[in-house]
């Protein structure tokens, strides 16, 4: 189960491609691009990956398990999203 | 009044009692600015004197001191909850130590302080697994050759210094509070076992004892009293909060009366406690307390012999002489 | 400390001792129309030390300290006793500046509104806001501009401008009633010469301006101008800031507010001349 930081700790500001967001409890500024910016709301409660995929659908060419996985490793790494 | 202060009793004095500001002249803040940043208190001082009527460009420089403070704990709390979430799947305790447990678990030592790298203490036996975890999650070693490698596993409390690859912030992992070959061995199991958990679940401190124990072996049997004025400001939000029942025994079952004493003794010389009982002051404390105070109103660090002589003991505590005496021989020779 | 020199730069006060008089003689001399700083008391300290103390007299080598450092700075030699001193400001201010969003960039202003040029060491804005400030712009700074944190306007921050190798010619030629410091060869850098503010920027050093065009300019290449989108102006400046991280919040909102509201242009430019002619193109076009 993933999940993203809380809202109220993410300031996101869209500038372009890409989204500034400022993630208030790290101080960390991330420059984001497509889907991420879709992946931190999809996860504003637990998703399991499987769910995960569903909700985004081909939208984002991450119905590819491992595509989205990577993903989501990347998120967790940065500390912008939690795995459970 | 005398020649005016202006070493680290003018900080500690004010610490004190920060009404005793209310006669200060330019150059008077000035010095006091000077001393304190040079101590790393600034942030202490700026919490301090929150409120006070004091001149506008001292109160600029004290707000702008309380939000890198407030920046600093918030840093340093994000460090704790990724290393929490490294070590989570791993079922082992993890012990904040230092600066990072009095800001997660709302201590006054922790208003305003300064905090440098994360600190903690787990089991020697879990180690390896807790190192891994660590890599796994992003860290890796800063680099040291060789031999620093060798004696540090071998001797020391703490593994090799670890840095995040992407954060760029340090944490030292350690199994107990002084390194394997100093001449004093607290109990580490006993530290872990008493530990006391945080409010969010997972991460835990020592034992409010134990954080005081730490203090007092971390400031004179590890260090050479650099940033001891800082210490002990610690030792005495501690001992103001929590009181010192129990202290004297735990200290005396780590093997750690004497510094836990001279801790207290020096801490109420410079800033003063009804807590602290008897203040009669022991021989050796009045160099204790020169060293301690040796800085000037430019933030130089002064009393050069003083220093060194300290710096010298500082080693001499932590190995016997023949491998003191080797490890120098090393160190001079790689320049 | 042996010698002693306090001044206030806009709104930094700064307090430089030094082990050796010489510094500090060139210090008052330059800076000497300069105010001091607000209530006796400065906001950063540097200090100019003889690391040994037969590096007072021998080989005289002058070691940077203050209450913010880097450890492991060389040593610069005694002739080069005022590119010191700059130097010591600018680590207190990268170090421990929070009042105000640091960008590493120099600004001029026309009309209440400030022109901010950011780049790498040998863009050429110290240059320009030199050729620019002849030019009847009003000289904020070449080092650092300081956005304020709650309204956005830019601070003026007027140190002696640092100009180096060929383009102290340039501007000696092209200011000649300026006042200038010592030439100083074999720094760093270069040769490198300083610049005095002139009357009217320092006069004016406590009124600020809202930004109203930030380019990016690079010397070397063929005259062209082109907009850089947000996203690009928002990863350039965090690379052009030194207290970003640290400032929190209030810089990501400071960052913003610049990448939102101010209009941001590349220009590559062959030489000085064709540069203040984009440059002045462009504030007309706005």
Not at chain 2, 31 to 59: K, N, W, Y
């Amino acid at each position: 189960m993933y999940r993203a930081a809380a809202p109220a700790t993410l300031r996101i500001v869209p500038l372009d491609d890409l989204t500034a967001i400022y993630h208030r409890a790290s101080g960390i500024t991330h420059l984001v691009a497509s889907p991420v910016p879709e992946l931190l709301a999809a996860l504003s409660e637990p998703l399991t990956l499987v769910r995960l995929a569903k909700r985004l659908g081909e939208e984002f060419y991450l119905s590819d398990g491992e595509a989205l996985a990577a993903r989501l490793d990347e998120l967790v790494a940065s500390g912008l999203a939690e795995q459970l | 009044m005398g020649r005016a202060v202006s070493d680290g009793w003018l900080l500690a004095r004010v610490l004190r009692d920060p009404a005793a500001t209310a006669g200060f002249n330019a150059d008077m803040w000035t010095t006091l600015i000077g001393i304190a940043r040079a101590e790393q208190m600034i942030g202490t001082l700026g919490c301090r004197l929150d409120g006070l009527i004091v001149p506008e460009t001292a109160a600029r420089l004290f707000a702008d001191a309380r939000d890198a403070a407030e920046e600093g704990r918030r840093a340093a709390l994000w460090e704790a909850e990724m290393a929490r979430r490294a070590l989570a799947g791993l079922d082992c305790p993890v012990l904040l130590l230092k600066g990072t447990a009095f800001v997660a678990a709302g201590m006054q030592a922790g208003v305003g302080r300064a905090i440098g790298d994360l600190d903690i203490l787990v089991p020697r036996a879990r180690i390896e697994e807790v190192e891994a975890a660590l890599f796994e999650a992003g860290w890796e070693w800063v680099k040291e050759d060789a031999y620093d490698d060798a004696y540090y596993r071998r001797w020391m409390h703490e593994l090799p210094p670890l840095i995040h690859r992407d954060r760029d912030r340090m944490i030292d992992v350690h199994h107990t509070i002084l390194p394997l070959t100093a001449r004093i061995t607290p109990d580490a199991a006993a530290l872990l076992a008493d530990r006391t958990p945080l409010a969010e679940g997972g991460l835990h401190t020592l034992s409010r004892n134990d954080i005081l124990v730490h203090a007092a072996a971390h400031l004179f049997a590890d260090g050479d009293l650099a940033g001891g004025m800082r210490n002990l400001w610690d030792v005495h939000c501690l001992v103001e909060e929590f009181g010192i029942a129990g202290l004297a025994e735990r200290a005396r079952h780590h093997g750690l009366s004497r510094e836990v004493a001279r801790a207290l003794r020096l801490a109420g010389c410079l800033y003063g406690s009804v807590a602290y009982g008897s203040d009669a002051r022991h021989v050796g404390d009045a160099l204790y307390l020169r060293r301690l105070t040796a800085r000037d109103g430019w933030g130089r660090a002064t009393r050069p012999f003083t220093r060194f002589a300290f710096y010298v003991r500082s080693h001499w505590l932590r190995m016997p002489p023949a491998m003191l005496a080797r490890h120098l021989w090393i160190k001079w020779r790689k320049g | 400390m042996r010698h002693r020199f306090d001044v206030r730069i806009g709104p930094v006060g700064f307090r430089i001792g030094s082990d050796w008089l010489g510094p500090i003689t060139q210090l008052e001399e330059l800076y000497r129309d300069y105010p001091e700083p607000r209530d006796g008391i400065p906001d950063f300290t540097v200090r100019l030390f003889a690391a040994r103390p037969w590096r007072r007299f021998v080989r005289p080598a002058i070691t940077i300290a203050g209450d913010y450092t880097i450890p492991d700075a060389a040593p610069l030699p005694l002739a080069q006793g005022l590119l010191a001193a700059e130097m010591g400001m600018n680590l207190q201010m990268a170090l421990a500046q929070r009042r105000y969003l640091l960008l590493h960039a120099s600004a001029v202003e026309r009309d209440g509104r400030a022109l901010l040029m950011t780049g790498e060491s040998g863009s050429g804005k110290s240059t320009l806001a030199a050729l620019l400030s002849a030019r009847g712009w009003r000289l904020m700074g070449d080092e650092f501009a300081l956005v304020d944190l709650d309204d956005g306007s830019v601070h003026a921050f007027p140190r002696l401008l640092s100009l180096k190798n060929e383009a102290i010619s340039v501007v000696e030629l092209t200011l000649p009633a300026a006042r200038f410091g010592p030439r100083m060869e074999g720094t760093p850098k270069g040769a490198i010469r300083h610049l005095v503010p002139n009357a009217q920027a320092i006069e004016a050093m406590e009124l600020p301006a809202a930004p109203a065009l930030l380019l990016f300019p690079s010397f070397g290449f063929v005259a062209e101008t082109r907009p850089v989108p947000p996203s690009e102006v928002f990863i350039r400046l965090t690379q052009a800031s030194t207290n970003y991280v640290a400032l929190g919040e209030r810089g990501f909102d400071a960052l913003i507010r610049i990448v939102a509201g101010v209009p941001a242009h590349a220009i590559d430019y062959p030489d000085t001349a064709s540069a203040v002619t984009q440059v002045e193109a462009l504030w007309d076009a706005l």
